[in-house]
């Protein structure tokens, strides 16, 4: 995988199990978990419906914890347009 990544320190990359992030799951975290929006609010600043916010939360903060508790490299990977 490629792009920017939250790894533990001491490990080189190449020994680590990487999980993908997608920038949409990032954006929905960032929108609701940082900046304290509402599902819907960030819904509307993504364009998307209060249920793929949801969706992207759930699946974002899933990866997030699975990478944090089990010390594996977090990907961040562009969404192809």
Avoid: W, Y
Avoid at 8 to 15: A, C, I, S
Avoid at 34 to 42: F, I, M, N, S, V
Avoid at 47 to 55: C, D, E, W, Y
């Amino acid at each position: 995988m490629k792009g920017r990544a939250f790894k533990p320190t001491g490990t080189p990359m190449t020994e680590l199990e990487q999980i993908a992030l997608q920038e949409d799951e990032l954006e929905a975290m960032r929108l609701c978990d940082l900046d304290g929006l509402t599902q819907e609010q960030a819904g509307e600043k993504m364009g998307v419906s209060r249920g793929t916010v949801q969706r992207l939360l759930n699946s974002g903060r899933k990866k997030t914890a699975l990478a944090l508790s089990q010390s594996k490299a977090l990907v961040f990977e562009h969404t192809a347009d």
